[in-house]
């Protein structure tokens, strides 16, 4: 069954450190990847998307990601964080039939200490 | 509009009761989805549309929900007889349904909070 997984529920960091957020998906073909943030009462903002070529992509509020297909991942990575960065990451899959129907992670809230 | 409006942003109602949520999407955009969020969950996929049909409903839970797009713009999410497993937050997303062209990206909704007391 087509799948995203989010391992870490809840992750903690310093302001100015820098993030990795892990999604793995499981899909019979490569599928269109996404990642979302949610900030509290806020609707879900797409920060990047992967459909194709290069398998670095990079997206809003200097977040990027890397599609690694031999490890059926797509981290989310930002070299230093901001105490703004503070809320929900969700990872998402859609099918190659691109219909929008997407399959989301749990998510990982993002803390971040002064 | 500028982006997808939901209304209302909050609702309480009680066992047994009918609850209708609204979706206003972007203009222009042909594809309307509805996904349910529940606490600590990450969003879970309902219905979509295409214009003023439901192309895939498959998420619906079961037949106590409903949703209808009856101009190919605003969209009503019906459930009927709600229970209390039935709070969440309704999502409201919209597109412009590009088949083919590269991922079909889905613009979100403030969402409904729905509490069923």
């Known amino acids: 069954a087509q799948s995203v997984t989010q391992p870490d529920i809840h992750i903690t960091v310093s302001e100015g450190a820098s993030l990795e957020l892990r999604c793995n998906y499981s899909?019979?073909?490569?599928?269109?990847l996404f990642w979302y943030v949610q900030s509290p009462g806020q609707g879900l903002q797409l920060l990047l998307k992967?459909?194709?070529?290069?398998?670095l992509v990079q997206g809003i509020k200097g977040f990027e990601a890397e599609f690694k297909r031999s490890q059926s991942s797509f981290n989310l990575r930002k070299p230093s964080v901001h105490w703004s960065d503070a809320a929900e990451y969700f990872c998402?899959?859609?099918?190659?039939?691109?219909?929008?129907?997407?399959?989301f992670g749990q998510g990982t809230t993002l803390q971040v200490k002064p | 509009g500028a982006g997808v409006s939901q209304t209302p942003s909050n609702k309480v109602t009680e066992k047994g009761k009918y609850v209708e949520l609204r979706c206003d999407p972007i203009?222009?955009?042909?594809?309307l989805y509805w996904y349910r969020q529940s606490l600590g969950q990450g969003p879970e996929f309902l219905i979509y549309?295409?214009?003023?049909?439901?192309?895939?409903d498959s998420g619906l839970p079961n037949d106590r929900f409903f949703a209808v797009r009856p101009e190919g713009s605003v969209s009503t999410l019906k459930i009927q007889r709600t229970e209390r497993g039935d709070s969440a937050v309704y999502l409201c997303?919209?597109?412009?349904?590009?088949?083919?062209?590269?991922?079909?990206?889905?613009?979100f909704g403030a969402g409904s909070r729905l509490t069923v007391l």
């Open positions: 203009s222009g955009h042909t594809a």
């Open positions: 899909y019979g073909a490569t599928p269109y």
């Open positions: 998402a899959g859609g099918g190659s039939s691109n219909t929008g129907k997407l399959i």
């Open positions: 992967y459909f194709s070529g290069d398998t």
């Open positions: 997303a919209s597109s412009l349904m590009s088949l083919g062209s590269g991922a079909n990206v889905l613009t």
């Open positions: 549309f295409q214009g003023t049909g439901a192309a895939d």
